[in-house]
């Protein structure tokens, strides 16, 4: 993947766009989610079935076919997302001289840890953002909600049919976790119960709550190593602070293919990704703006275990 740069620098930032895009967030950084690049329009996610228990008593000329096999397709439709700033380089005289390059002042962007501090610090923003959305994202949230860019994970795992939905018992604390766990891994379908990929993804607050609750046992058994090793009935546990509180999704999460959690993102589309340039010719101010889409999608939700506290 290609990234293009209007800068008078072009190493670190470049590096860190593309760091931005595909490990900016922690659900990619855990390899929970496989990230395909370069989709502008749209990804068709395949699903090609056989149905189970097909076998027919032998026949000479069979005539009656079973018709056990099926296909469909799941879309990823990546949306338009953008950054935009405004700077003056000028601002940071005092507290960045060891950054201050030789020359006029109007040219101070030209240094490049300035642009690269200043780039630094927006991916960080933009990251954890998308470390939100990629989980609780909700696009009829709307108005000038930072979640209305695109559906999380969670969010359309709640919106299908298909997904296997855990009985709630209320918000998650200390004292009914353990038992929501429980629920939440009986739920799991055998045909994926021995994949170890097949994790559990929780807030990291709520896995604080089951390291509490473990602690707290009278009879402590294998569950205080578990809950330490990140781990609940031998089944690993991946948390993340942009993970919707109080929710719970069991669903094979890797960074290849085989993943159910998919990500798709474009920053092919338009000519300039990222742009560091003079705000007017005469201005000692600078825009930053990063331009990019990006989206999420599960293969199959009859293959989640969505647990919701009501």
Known sequence: MSVNVTTNYQGEVAEALLTLMKDGNQAVEKGSVYVEAGVSSALHIDRFRVSDDQLQDRQEDPTVPSDSISYDEVTLTPLDIMFFDTVNPRTFEDVWRPYQPVGPLVDKVDSPKIQAAII???????????????????IGAGGGSPLRFFDGY????????????????GAITAANVIAILEATEAAIPADIWEDPNTVFHMNTTDYRLYLEAARLLDFKGSNIGDALENRFASRQIRFYSGFPKDRIMVAKGTAGRDSNLWAGLDTMGDEENV????????????????????????GNFEEVVLYQPV
Do not use: H, N
């Open 120 to 138: 630094s610090e927006v991916l960080k923003s933009i990251g954890k953002q998308l470390g939100k959305l990629i989980w609780a994202g909700d």
């Open 154 to 169: 969670v969010t359309l795992a709640a919106a299908s049919g298909d997904t296997i939905d855990v009985t709630p018992a």
């Open 275 to 298: 742009k560091i340039e003079r705000f007017r010719p005469e201005s000692e101010k600078f825009i930053i703006k990063v331009l990019f889409k990006y989206a999420v999608q599960v």
